[in-house]
Each structure stands twice: as C-alpha cells, then as structure tokens.
C-alpha cells in the first residue's frame, strides 16, 4: 500500500475520515464506480487488474495470478471460457455469485466488469433485456462497476444509449454503475464519449478513461494527455493501458508512449481523484509463460503504484 507522505498524523487522519465519508456517499451515489471509503491509511485508488492477460486461461487461474501479483481489486474481462468472458448475459446469478466469492477468497474486491455487446442490433427492448442480466450479475458477483464498449456502426447508436438509458435507473438500484470506455465506432475520443454519455443524460452512466485505445483508435495521432482536457466531471475509473505505434496495446504500463503522469494529473485536474486504476495489458510474447506473466503483473502494480504516490 502506498503510505501517506509530507503531512501530520492529524492531518492525515483528518483526511481519511473525510474521505471516508465521501466514499461511502459515493458507494451509495448513482455513480456506483467511485472508489467506496478506504481504511484510514490507504490510497483513494483501487489498483487492479483485469484477467485480459490470462485469457487462454480459466478464470480461476487468473484470479490466482492476479492475487499472486499483490493486487486487491480485480476487472473481469476475457477468459478461456463458451462466450470468452467471465459474466455475460447468459451467465446465471448463481455463477456470477460464485465469482464474486471467489475473489473474497483470494482477499479481492471487483470494481469493473467486462460483459461484452447488447443485441440493440435486434431491437432497443432485446438490449435492455441483455443489459439487465448484465446488471444483475454485477450485483450478484459485488462488483460495482459495468464497462460498456459502444458501437461501431452508427447505425445503431441511438438504440444502443436509449437501452443504457432505459437501465441507468435499474443499475442504480442495484448499486451498479455504467460506464461507457474509448473503444473505437462512435466513441473513439474523449469528445465523443462525453457526446454519448450527454445523450443519455443520467449520472449513472459515466466514463471509464482508456488513454491506450485513445492512441490506438486515432492511429497515434490524438496524444491522451491532451484528450484527457475533453472529459471533466465524467470520469469515474481507468483502464491503465499504454501504446506504441503501429496498433500495440499489449504492453506493461510504462514501456509504451503514454505519459500516465500528465494523463492522471489532467484527469484529477477535472475531478477524478479517486477510483479504479485497473491495469488492462501486460507486455506477452508467444508462447507466453505464467512465470512471465506474473512478472509483469507485479511491474504494472509497482508503475501503478508509484504513478499515485508520486501525484499525490
């Protein structure tokens, strides 16, 4: 954990109960991806990772790893599993409960979800449907946050925010947060995401920053440290990904062309000062082997956790 620094003991505790009390505000608050309170003594920041780097493996095997690695918050993403994700629409709340106790086992917490599309393409009611089961396996697993990847064909981009919008009330309740993340189509850009998430106009749906994909989508022409300016008020968690030309994201944080230093500072600048920081990629090569894997787990953790102390 990273220790507090430069500041009293009473300064600090007056910090943390401060903080505390925002945190459970926001745990309750339709913005259900904020950092719940963290014990005196610990950062604002839920460092993860996802299980994207273990997806030829069971899900088990990376929740294994990822606690290995020293991580206390875990994103679901892919896996070696039918649909390639941990929690889909077709996952039952009896599973999804079981991998929310699977990861208490290993002393984790979930604070992101990966569930993959909606079938808007079908009709606006089949992606409400989806997204529901969606949101009910978030809660049954504990987990606090669902990341929706948008969609790439304009064409169905308003049944696809009027389902979300038709949710936003529902995952509340819940006390499930959705968060829309850079992904390429009609959200490739911070302007573009603040675009879509104004459409559905509810503060249960906010934005999960990806400054990698940002590179990535705009062929590393827009710099995430200045597209970072864009979002003010609306990010609520991070994918820490980083980039290098021409189309690489599988890279440990730090070895590629994001300045995480400038793109935290400008995103904390516009309110987003405590959260998930989830690591989504680590640098792999073919074959890979689960020794490497780990090693790289446990750099991201350190990059990660030095890029807060060092912001303070």
Same mark, same amino acid.
């Given at each position: 954990?990273?220790?507090?620094?430069?500041?009293?003991?009473?300064?600090?505790?007056?910090? *943390?109960?401060?903080? @505390?009390?925002? +945190?459970?505000?926001?745990? #309750?608050?339709?913005?259900?991806?904020?950092?719940?309170?963290?014990?005196?003594? %610990?950062?604002?920041?839920? !460092?993860?990772?996802?299980?994207?780097?273990?997806?030829?493996?069971?899900?088990?095997?990376?929740?294994?790893? !990822?606690?290995?690695?020293?991580?206390?918050?875990? @994103?679901?993403?892919?896996? $070696?599993?039918?649909?390639?994700?941990?929690?889909?629409?077709?996952?039952?709340?009896?599973?999804?409960?079981?991998?929310? %106790?699977?990861?208490?086992? #290993?002393?984790?917490?979930?604070?992101?979800?990966?569930?993959?599309?909606?079938?808007?393409?079908?009709?606006?009611?089949?992606?409400?449907?989806?997204?529901?089961?969606? !949101?009910?396996?978030?809660?049954?697993?504990?987990?606090?946050?669902?990341?929706? @990847?948008?969609?790439?064909?304009?064409?169905?981009?308003?049944?696809?925010?009027?389902?979300?919008?038709?949710?936003?009330?529902?995952?509340? %309740? $819940?006390?499930?947060?959705?968060?829309?993340?850079?992904?390429?189509?009609?959200?490739?850009?911070?302007?573009?995401?603040?675009?879509? !998430?104004?459409?559905? @106009?509810?503060?249960?749906?906010?934005?999960?920053?990806?400054?990698?994909?940002?590179?990535?989508?705009?062929?590393?022409?827009?710099?995430?440290?200045?597209?970072? *300016?864009?979002?003010?008020?609306?990010?609520?968690?991070?994918?820490?990904?980083?980039?290098?030309?021409? $189309?690489?994201?599988?890279?440990?944080?730090?070895?590629?062309?994001?300045?995480?230093?400038?793109?935290?500072? #400008?995103?904390?600048? +516009?309110?987003?000062?405590?959260?998930?920081?989830?690591? %989504?990629? =680590?640098?792999?090569?073919?074959?890979?082997? =689960?020794?490497?894997? =780990?090693?790289?787990?446990?750099?991201?953790?350190?990059?990660?956790?030095?890029?807060?102390?060092?912001?303070?």
């Amino acid at each position: 954990m990273i220790e507090a620094q430069g500041f009293s003991r009473r300064q600090f505790m007056g910090r *943390a109960i401060v903080a @505390g009390a925002a +945190g459970v505000l926001a745990g #309750r608050s339709l913005a259900g991806a904020a950092a719940a309170a963290e014990p005196a003594g %610990e950062t604002p920041w839920q !460092i993860g990772c996802y299980t994207r780097p273990w997806s030829d493996q069971d899900w088990h095997a990376a929740f294994d790893a !990822i606690a290995e690695a020293g991580y206390k918050y875990v @994103g679901l993403m892919t896996t $070696k599993s039918k649909s390639g994700l941990i929690i889909s629409p077709a996952t039952t709340p009896e599973q999804a409960r079981e991998v929310g %106790e699977e990861a208490r086992k #290993r002393g984790m917490k979930i604070p992101s979800v990966w569930g993959g599309g909606i079938p808007v393409d079908k009709s606006v009611q089949a992606g409400v449907e989806a997204l529901r089961k969606l !949101i009910d396996n978030c809660a049954a697993a504990g987990a606090t946050n669902l990341l929706m @990847g948008g969609v790439g064909n304009p064409k169905d981009a308003d049944a696809y925010y009027k389902a979300i919008a038709e949710c936003c009330d529902y995952a509340a %309740e $819940k006390h499930v947060g959705m968060s829309l993340k850079p992904h390429g189509g009609t959200n490739a850009s911070g302007p573009q995401c603040r675009k879509s !998430i104004e459409q559905v @106009g509810h503060k249960n749906f906010r934005l999960w920053y990806d400054p990698g994909n940002i590179f990535y989508y705009s062929e590393g022409q827009l710099d995430p440290a200045a597209d970072a *300016a864009t979002v003010d008020g609306l990010v609520v968690g991070m994918s820490v990904k980083d980039y290098l030309p021409p $189309k690489k994201v599988d890279l440990t944080p730090g070895t590629g062309k994001v300045d995480f230093p400038a793109v935290l500072a #400008r995103l904390k600048k +516009g309110g987003f000062t405590s959260g998930a920081l989830a690591v %989504e990629c =680590l640098t792999l090569e073919t074959p890979v082997a =689960l020794d490497k894997r =780990l090693e790289e787990a446990r750099k991201a953790r350190k990059f990660v956790e030095e890029l807060v102390a060092k912001a303070g």
